[in-house]
């Protein structure tokens, strides 16, 4: 069963840096294929996608926030950890992580995905 | 980037209704469209994926279809644990793009 759970700080000020952190089980990000995204959802707005991190520590970010943003993975953990620097109150949402699947045939979509973690940036 | 068009915004129906939302690309994306349903305060849960692949352990009143650009989920029949927001996703290319959302309301 694949399971995942963000965690952080609830609370940033302006200009910090956020980590985040995402804890999985169930799958092992060292096995061919596997993959973690992150994605975010401002109150009441869309769906955001952030950041992945393939099994092979290929990585792969939204190009709005490229500049800001860092993944990276510990398989040993099976934690994938994000962070987003210069924090700003637009940055206010609730952050997930999610599981990537793939098939040859079906390509590769977010099937599971975590609880979500709310960030509030403020001063 | 893809962007990825979803009409109508909300949508009003009643229990028993047929649903349709539909989705659209810039460009095309194959059948690399996966739906999420969410609900407030829960993370998505997919429903869909390929365009037309029904997850497993999702009700059979939910379908999906289209390729290329156009892109539809139905609701055969509206149940009361359907009233929720609706997402496309495509995943053709990096950045993976969703779209604005659909919210399904009781009418």
């Known amino acids: 069963q694949i399971t995942l759970k963000e965690s952080g700080p609830t609370l940033v000020k302006p200009t910090q840096t956020l980590t985040l952190t995402c804890t999985f089980s169930?799958?092992?990000?060292?096995?061919?294929?596997?993959?973690v995204a992150w994605i975010r959802q401002p109150p009441g707005k869309a769906l955001e996608w952030l950041a992945l991190i393939y099994w092979d520590d290929d990585k792969r970010y939204s190009p709005s926030l490229k500049s800001r943003l860092t993944i990276s993975k510990d398989t040993s953990k099976n934690q994938v950890v994000l962070t987003m620097t210069n924090m700003d109150p637009v940055d206010t949402a609730t952050y997930y992580c999610?599981?990537?699947?793939?098939?040859?045939?079906?390509?590769?979509?977010?099937?599971?995905w975590g609880q979500g973690t709310l960030v509030t940036v403020s001063s | 980037d893809i962007q990825m068009t979803q009409s109508p915004s909300t949508l009003s129906a009643s229990v028993g209704d047929r649903v349709t939302i539909t989705c659209r690309a810039s460009q095309s994306i194959s059948n690399w469209l996966a739906w999420y349903q969410q609900k407030p305060g829960k993370a998505p849960n997919l429903l869909i994926y390929?365009?037309?692949s029904l997850q497993s352990g999702v009700p059979s009143r939910f379908s999906g279809s289209g390729s290329g650009t156009e892109f539809t989920l139905t609701i055969s029949s509206l149940q009361p644990d359907d009233f929720a927001t609706y997402y496309c996703?495509?995943?053709?290319?990096?950045?993976?793009?969703f779209g604005q959302g659909t919210k399904v309301e009781i009418k």
């Open positions: 169930g799958f092992s990000l060292s096995t061919s294929g596997v993959g």
């Open positions: 999610a599981h990537r699947h793939e098939t040859i045939t079906a390509g590769d979509y977010f099937d599971l």
């Open positions: 996703q495509q995943y053709n290319s990096h950045p993976r793009t």
């Open positions: 390929k365009a037309s």
